[in-house]
């Protein structure tokens, strides 16, 4: 797992509530493709501020607190990539 210091996952994670900020307000596939890049990259560069263990897997990995934001910028990647498709079919047939 890499490491990295709080500052650089406070920046990540900035990105990903930045991102997630763009894919509501003005829903695109740039929009969509950063923040579910910025969300898998978060799953593995949170290790300085993630919280508290949910699950255990074993000694070393489980599931904590953080790792829901990538769940949830997932999700909403998912959702803004439905709304542009959405979008693009209305325009085609209007």
Known sequence: MPTTDPFHALVLMNA???SAAWSLA???W???????VASVLW?????PIEGAVLYVVDADRGLTESDFLTVAGLILA???????RRIQRSDVDS
């Open 43 to 47: 799953l593995f560069f949170n290790a």
């Open 26 to 28: 003005k829903p695109s």
């Open 30 to 36: 740039p929009a969509a493709i950063s923040l579910g």
């Open 16 to 18: 990903v509530f930045a």
């Open 78 to 84: 998912a959702s803004t990539i439905a709304r542009v």
